[in-house]
């Protein structure tokens, strides 16, 4: 796989876009598009063909399928993990953790204490505090599109904050909800955030079938370990829950 860097921006061949089978648009006159999983990239550095050959930005196409990118200097090398090869171990920076078992369902968990801090940066209590209305501190930079699938009614009473809510779990596999989510993960992107989603219900049963869904899409998605209730509320008997910060759909703060 040929790898090069032509002013700052990093390149893959057209090879390594078949083997991820996204699929490049191109048309007789006017500019080249790529697409993945139906849905076009919005590209920084245009795509250019050359002899047959289309290059395009590595970071944006890599990371539409979940995978990480980063630069190494030294090596003069870029770095692709996909998804499978390692797990994340924290949301909060380059944390990627090399996995010395077989890639499993347990790597896709985060949990509480990890989301509430990568969602409160500057550590004062205020999650996400880069929203309208709040303090600021907190860095977007590192933080997870986080998707709420219990019932409306309950996210409206509480949730995480800066958590979203689209549809119920049971109802987000279809075409719209699907849909109402790439537009959000766009969104997200497009304000600097990470391109990773974690999703949480009431006690990560159905969050984790939501999750299987979503990946299926080209999603890169996360589960809550243990839920909303037992984990985040500590509603529920569960191991250390840690009471953390919620807010209803008005943006107040829940008390306890």
């Known amino acids: 796989m040929n790898k090069w860097v032509k002013r700052g921006s990093i390149i893959l061949a057209c090879a390594v876009l078949a083997i991820a089978i996204a699929s490049v648009a191109i048309a007789s006159t006017g500019a080249i598009k790529i697409i993945v999983s139906g849905q076009e990239l919005n590209l920084r550095v245009a795509p250019s ?4 050959t289309v290059s395009a930005p590595v970071r944006a196409i890599t990371e539409a399928f979940g995978a990480e990118v980063s630069w190494d200097g030294d090596k003069r090398a870029v770095i692709i993990t996909a998804p499978g090869n390692r797990f994340l171990g924290g949301l909060n920076g380059p944390r990627l ?6 890639p499993s369902i347990h790597d896709n968990f985060v949990t ?12 004062d209590g205020d999650l996400c ?5 709040h303090n600021g501190g907190d860095s977007i930079a590192n ?6 699938v219990r019932q409306k009614a309950d996210y409206d ?5 800066g958590a979203i809510w689209i549809a119920s779990a049971q109802n ?12 959000a993960l766009a969104s997200h992107l497009a304000k600097g955030g990470k391109n990773v989603i974690v999703i949480y219900c009431y006690t990560a049963h159905t969050a984790g079938l939501a999750a299987g869904v979503l990946g299926a899409n080209g999603f890169n998605v996360k589960n809550l370990r243990y839920g909303y209730n037992i984990s985040w509320e500590g509603s529920m008997q569960a191991d250390t829950p840690i009471k953390g910060p919620r807010e209803n759909s008005a943006g107040q703060i829940v008390p306890y």
């Open 97 to 102: 953790i090399e996995s010395t078992q077989t």
């Open 157 to 161: 009473k509480g949730h995480i904050p």
């Open 129 to 133: 505090d880069y929203r309208s209305g």
């Open 172 to 183: 987000m596999a279809k075409t719209e909800s699907i849909t109402a989510l790439r537009a």
């Open 143 to 148: 933080d997870p599109l986080v998707i709420d």
């Open 112 to 123: 509480a204490t990890q989301l509430r801090d990568v969602l409160d940066d500057d550590k």
């Open 49 to 52: 063909l050359q002899s047959g």
